[in-house]
């Protein structure tokens, strides 16, 4: 009987077998003269002409992305930027940025307003209870304006602005219109409610100048500096000059301001932009300087004592709540000012309480809602081909964010107090309900978007689950 082989013994002939295997697969490669490359040298062999080089195997999956290089800040830069690019950006801006600042207008409204309320002989809950109505009010024109097509949009534009010229006419007749503040641009509407129709003339200018800008784009008269100008001039200049009858200078330079937000978009050539702002200052400079309390309001820019008669009092006090606010206020319900200092305190001036009780950390927030919310209509009017959407956007996104910064200016003192109240955010149901209609706008035109409609779609339970199952493969009736 032969001898047990050893392991060692074994693994040889195993190697030895496996060795001649592969060089009866694999020949030797030769060099030139017929040597054979000796084992451990490797060569670079150039392919034979006409002859392609097999694709080299990667490492990663097909199509997966890149990591990109720079350690974690540039990777969270590339996340950060992936996802403010994507389709539904602009909408969820626009819904979250508007939501989120009526709320907080809810919250300070009813902070400021309790002591005013008290002093008139009200429960402290009564302007909170106005807001409030007119908010869930508000909220449903959102909703229908979020889900209305842009077609009915267009529709509704000269209805809107025969209905607004028709109220605005009636407020200047005797008896029926309303003087607040000395302003007459109120209609009574029984009870505790009044009317503003100046305010919904902010809306109708936006969607009827939209439709009468995209109608003559269409026909490329645009070019022609007459059909650029009539009849949207004159329309705003009529609306301006109702206004004016009744003193409210502030309502008259939103307007003026959503105009030339529409004459830019229209792309009006720059002599012509200038043209029609010179007039337009001429005729507020002779406005200001005819009017004492104009004036007055004027000369308290950056005022820092009340000066003779209190004539700047309520500038100098709107800075005496932001000073006294420091980082993060003195607390929600704690405002000193609106004891009687500070008047209007929960409308034009609530940017101050909101300074003082929440300090510079509320002021930054609300700024930066509104700074999203304006990036967001810029983005929408930006990336659309229609050009309706794009006036209505740019319009919408004009008045707003002009109307929040002659608010917030005039607080901190930097422009002369306009009477306007802030955006979505001030006590006051007839600027509440069409803000809230123009932001209902945007939520449309922002899910009108190609993208953003297959994103949507997406979204849908059955949808999703369907594309997911066209996805997936079958396997074989045996396969496991």
């Not at 040298?41 to 002409?49: D, E, G, M, Q």
């Not at 830069?77 to 909408?91: K, S």
């Not at 005013?116 to 959102?142: D, H, S």
């Not at 008045?399 to 009477?419: D, F, R, Y």
């Amino acid at each position: 009987m032969p001898a047990e082989e050893s392991p060692a013994a074994r693994g040889r002939d195993r190697s030895w077998a496996t060795s001649a295997i592969s060089r009866s697969l694999h020949p030797p490669l030769l060099v030139a003269g017929g040597a054979p490359v000796p084992d451990g040298v490797a060569l670079r062999v150039r392919p034979a002409a006409g002859s392609r080089r097999p694709p080299a195997a990667r490492s990663r999956t097909a199509g997966s992305p890149r990591s990109p290089r720079g350690g974690g800040a540039r990777r969270l830069y590339e996340q950060a930027r992936r996802a403010w690019d994507r389709p539904l950006t602009a909408y969820y801006l626009i819904l979250g940025a508007g939501l989120l600042i009526t709320v907080l207008g809810l919250v300070m409204v009813y902070s400021a307003s309790m002591i005013k309320a008290l002093e008139l002989g009200k429960p402290g809950t009564y302007f909170f209870r106005k807001q409030f109505l007119a908010a869930v009010i508000g909220a449903g024109l959102m909703a229908i304006a979020a889900r209305m097509p842009v077609k009915l949009h267009r529709a509704l534009s000269y209805p809107l602005l025969m209905g607004t010229v028709f109220l605005m006419v009636l407020v200047q007749v005797p008896g029926i219109g309303m003087s607040v503040n000395g302003n007459r641009n109120w209609l009574y509407l029984g009870g505790p409610f009044q009317l503003q129709p100046s305010e919904f003339g902010k809306l109708a200018l936006v969607l009827w100048g939209a439709d009468l800008l995209a109608r003559k784009q269409d026909k490329r008269l645009l070019a022609q500096w007459k059909h650029m100008l009539v009849p949207l001039v004159p329309v705003a200049f009529m609306l301006l000059g109702l206004i004016m009858l009744g003193g409210d200078m502030g309502t008259a330079i939103i307007l003026t301001a959503i105009l030339f937000g529409l004459l830019w978009l229209a792309g009006a050539p720059t002599r012509l932009f200038a043209g029609v702002l010179a007039c337009a200052g001429l005729i507020a400079f002779l406005l200001i300087k005819t009017s004492p309390n104009r004036m007055s309001r004027l000369d308290c820019m950056g005022a820092s004592e009340p000066g003779p008669g209190g004539s700047c009092w309520q500038a100098v006090h709107g800075i005496y709540a932001l000073a006294s606010g420091g980082w993060f206020g003195s607390g929600l319900g704690a405002s000193v000012e609106k004891w009687g200092q500070l008047p209007e305190p929960h409308t034009d001036f609530i940017f101050a309480i909101t300074g003082e009780e929440l300090g510079l950390a509320g002021t930054l927030s609300v700024l930066a809602l509104f700074a999203a919310l304006g990036y967001a209509g810029i983005r929408v009017a930006g990336r659309t081909e229609d050009p309706f959407v794009r006036y209505a956007a740019g319009g919408v996104t004009t008045w707003i964010t002009a109307q929040a910064v002659i608010n917030i200016g005039a607080v901190l003192g930097l422009l002369p107090i306009a009477g306007v109240p802030l955006p979505l955010f001030s006590y006051g149901g007839s600027a509440l309900l069409p803000t809230m209609f123009a932001v209902g706008l945007l939520i449309a035109f922002a899910r009108a978007d190609p993208a953003a409609k297959a994103a949507l779609a997406m979204r849908r339970p059955g949808v999703r689950w369907k594309t997911m199952r066209r996805r997936v493969k079958k396997r074989p009736s045996g396969e496991r």
